[in-house]
């Protein structure tokens, strides 16, 4: 073996990862977010995250990816460490659908259809549909598939490269006398961990493995102790990503080292017990690429059905290891709000993202509904409630606004795109709406502190129009929740009856002013309360008008002109609205 073929090999080895890097983006972006939607929702009991484990590996290609995904996702608090034992199972067994793939390159025949089968028969025209879909395509998915079929192509090609660059290795005593190191299966585990830990793939270790035993040279008892030693290679993603996280994500990275090292430790013993007691000729016999992949498999499955049953033990094994401080015992430590580390899979961050935007708008509509609350029955508690959640919202603005910028800048799918555009845009809302909370709060302390109280008409016709403005926030809010269209549409019409009531009540407040029935001071206080009311009607309007213009692409001013003009379902809504509010007040209105 010379210098160009050292040359091939790492060349190969760049191709086949660089292939891998492309595939598994195109895929997780075709996945989209409802990975961490699915992850919630089917880790309610074993075989459910053992299912899912191995099919979400097979979408996208990583069980690493998978792994950090865990760490991350029980870093921000949305899962727990229980609920990621069965996935981190399923994903060692959906990896190995890549050595399948892969062992397609060891195929003999001289049939033409076993020949289609050969990656460098495949590859090239694959290659050609992907680019073609890539160049011609309009839609951003149709793209994705593309370049899923590119990355392919580029890492079948690499695994050819691979198996060219080690082919004169099958001639070489060098590489023989090499050989016989890994006689000795410890050897042979230390060796599978640490190559796959420094590239971090075990797809690529398991490749150039299979691209080794088409010299000839690779027998089985050389291969499966360094196949043995992959498994636990892998696990250093999770480690790597487990830095600087809180202690139950570090017990997601033990979880799945402890899976592998119990594996090894177990069957790697039987295995030449097994070979001691009956003589295995199996030991000896040389390995291809195909018996590799079985190898592989055997392997995972087997130790997933041995520990599948004793997942709470391997739990409590991770906290012997991690224990809880003192600190965490007392006060469970607090959860990273957007972890870093799910920017990896930008699907399952924007995801995130929107799980912790709704609680920022649930927390900014519980604000407002308590400052609303506040102003007929006055509190201290809930005005100290108010502050704290006013403190919370706005660290959820600067903490979303950076992370969804970070999130831009990824290749992201058109869906993806229009959600991350939707969140930028309403957080900014919510986040006012709470402001403008703390200014009715401010409003209901400065009337408890100096004693002042409205009379019976001004506190009806205000308990009218909180009730009007509640109305509208609820449903601005499960437009958004739901991310529903006709709902969002009931907004405006109720948003304009807000407007016109708040007029009416500063006529009214004028007239009782004229007749001496409200002081100048209160009248202050009367003022900003329905400034604050209508700012945030409006607010509400705004967070409505987002999901109709982004998802209808329409220009939302133009499209609220020609509808307070000329539509009649629009004037319907108002005046139902209208009227229902009027006679809360105490006067009917005509239509």
């Given at each position: 073996?010379?210098?160009?073929s050292?040359?091939?090999?790492?060349?190969?080895l760049?191709f086949?990862?660089?292939g891998?890097?492309?595939?598994?983006?195109g895929l997780?972006k075709?996945a989209?977010s409802k990975?961490?939607i699915?992850l919630?929702k089917m880790t309610s009991?074993k075989?459910?995250s053992?299912?899912?484990?191995?099919?979400i590996?097979?979408a996208?290609q990583?069980?690493?990816?998978l792994t950090?995904m865990?760490?991350?996702?029980?870093n921000s608090?949305?899962?727990?460490?229980?609920?990621?034992?069965?996935?981190l199972m399923?994903?060692n067994?959906g990896t190995?659908l890549?050595a399948?793939?892969?062992?397609?390159?060891g195929?003999?025949s001289?049939?033409v259809?076993?020949?289609?089968l050969?990656?460098?028969?495949?590859?090239?025209?694959i290659a050609?549909?992907?680019?073609?879909?890539i160049?011609?395509a309009?839609?951003?998915?149709t793209?994705?598939i593309?370049?899923?079929?590119?990355?392919f192509?580029?890492?079948m090609t690499?695994m050819t490269?691979?198996s060219?660059?080690?082919?004169p290795?099958?001639?070489?005593?060098?590489f023989s006398?090499?050989l016989?190191?890994?006689q000795?299966?410890?050897?042979?585990?230390?060796?599978g961990?640490?190559?796959t830990?420094?590239i971090?793939?075990?797809?690529a270790?398991?490749g150039?493995?299979?691209a080794?035993?088409?010299?000839g040279?690779?027998?089985y008892?050389?291969?499966?102790?360094?196949?043995?030693?992959?498994n636990?290679g892998?696990?250093?993603t999770a480690?790597i990503?487990?830095?600087g996280?809180?202690?139950?994500a570090k017990r997601?990275?033990i979880?799945?080292?402890?899976?592998?090292?119990?594996?090894t430790?177990?069957f790697?013993?039987i295995f030449?017990?097994v070979?001691w007691?009956?003589g295995?000729s199996?030991?000896t016999?040389?390995?291809d690429?195909?018996g590799i992949a079985?190898?592989?498999?055997?392997?995972n499955?087997?130790?997933?059905?041995?520990?599948?049953?004793?997942?709470?033990?391997?739990?409590?094994?991770?906290?012997?290891?991690?224990?809880?401080?003192k600190?965490?015992?007392?006060?469970?430590?607090k959860?990273?709000?957007?972890d870093?580390r799910?920017?990896a899979?930008?699907?399952v961050?924007?995801e995130?993202c929107r799980s912790?935007?709704?609680e920022?708008a649930e927390?900014?509509?519980?604000t407002?509904?308590l400052?609303i609350?506040?102003l007929?029955?006055?509190n201290d508690?809930v005005?100290?409630q108010?502050?704290?959640?006013?403190?919370?919202?706005d660290?959820y603005e600067?903490?979303l606004?950076a992370?969804l910028?970070?999130?831009s800048?990824?290749?992201?799918?058109?869906n993806d795109n229009r959600?991350?555009?939707?969140m930028?845009h309403c957080?900014?809302?919510f986040?006012?709406?709470g402001?403008?909370?703390i200014?009715?709060?401010?409003?209901?302390?400065?009337?408890?502190?100096?004693?002042l109280q409205f009379s019976s008409?001004?506190?009806?016709?205000?308990?009218?129009?909180?009730?009007?403005?509640?109305e509208?926030?609820?449903?601005s809010y499960r437009?958004?929740r739901?991310d529903d269209?006709d709902?969002a549409?009931?907004?405006?019409?109720?948003e304009e009856?807000v407007?016109?009531?708040s007029?009416?009540l500063k006529n009214r407040?004028?007239?009782?002013?004229?007749?001496d029935a409200c002081?100048v001071?209160l009248?202050?206080?009367y003022?900003?309360l329905?400034t604050?009311?209508?700012?945030v009607?409006?607010?509400?309007?705004n967070i409505?008008?987002?999901?109709?213009?982004?998802d209808?692409?329409?220009?939302?001013h133009k499209?609220l002109y020609?509808?307070k003009?000329?539509?009649?379902?629009?004037q319907?809504s108002?005046?139902?609205?209208?009227?229902q509010?009027?006679l809360?007040?105490?006067q009917?209105?005509?239509?």
């Open positions: 073996m010379d210098i160009f050292v040359i091939m090999l790492l060349g190969g760049a086949f990862l660089y891998m890097n492309v595939m598994s983006s997780e075709l989209g990975l961490e699915i919630k009991n075989l459910k053992l299912l899912l484990g191995i099919g590996t097979v996208i990583s069980s690493s990816a950090v865990l760490v991350g996702l029980v608090g949305i899962m727990s460490l229980s609920q990621t034992i069965g996935v399923g994903s067994i190995t890549t399948w793939i892969l062992s397609l390159s195929i003999e001289e049939s259809f076993m020949q289609m050969k990656p460098e028969t495949f590859s090239p025209i050609l549909i992907g680019v073609i879909m160049m011609m309009k839609h951003n998915r793209k994705d593309g370049r899923i079929l590119v990355g192509a580029v890492l690499g490269l691979m060219d660059a080690v082919s290795l099958a001639d070489s005593p060098q006398s090499l016989t190191a890994f000795n299966p410890i050897m042979g585990v230390l060796v961990a640490v190559f830990g420094i971090q793939s075990s797809a270790s398991v150039i493995l299979q080794l035993s088409l010299t040279q690779v027998t008892g050389m291969a499966i102790p360094i196949i043995m030693g992959q636990i892998t696990c250093v480690l990503s487990s830095i996280v809180n202690r139950s997601v990275a979880v799945h080292i402890c899976f592998n090292c119990i594996g430790i177990i790697l013993p030449y017990l070979h007691l009956l295995l199996l030991i016999t040389a390995i690429p195909v079985f190898s592989h498999t055997v392997f499955v087997l130790t997933t059905a041995l520990l599948l049953p004793f997942t709470k033990q391997l739990e409590k094994l991770a906290y012997l290891i991690i224990k809880d401080s600190k965490e015992t007392e006060n469970r430590e959860r990273e709000l957007l870093e799910l920017l899979t930008p699907a961050a924007i995130v912790v935007t709704l920022m927390l900014s509509k519980q407002m509904e400052s609350g506040l007929f029955n006055y508690e005005k100290a108010i502050q704290e959640n006013e403190e919370k919202i660290k600067d903490k606004n992370y910028v970070r999130i800048k990824h290749s992201i799918a058109s959600t991350v555009s939707k930028l957080i900014g809302n986040e006012r709406i402001d403008h909370g200014n009715i709060m401010e409003s209901a302390y400065e009337l408890h502190v100096k004693g008409d001004a506190e009806r016709e205000l308990h009218t129009l909180c009730d009007a403005l509640l509208t926030l609820n449903l437009a958004f739901e269209l709902v549409h009931q907004v405006e019409p109720l009856v407007d016109t009531l007029v009416e407040h004028i007239k009782r002013l004229q007749n002081t001071e009248g202050y206080i003022q900003d329905l604050n009311i209508e700012r009607s409006d607010h509400c309007s409505a008008g987002v999901l109709i213009e982004i209808e692409q329409k220009n939302i499209y020609k509808l003009e000329n539509d009649e379902t629009f319907k108002y005046h139902d609205y209208l009227n509010y009027y809360e007040l105490g009917p209105k005509a239509e």
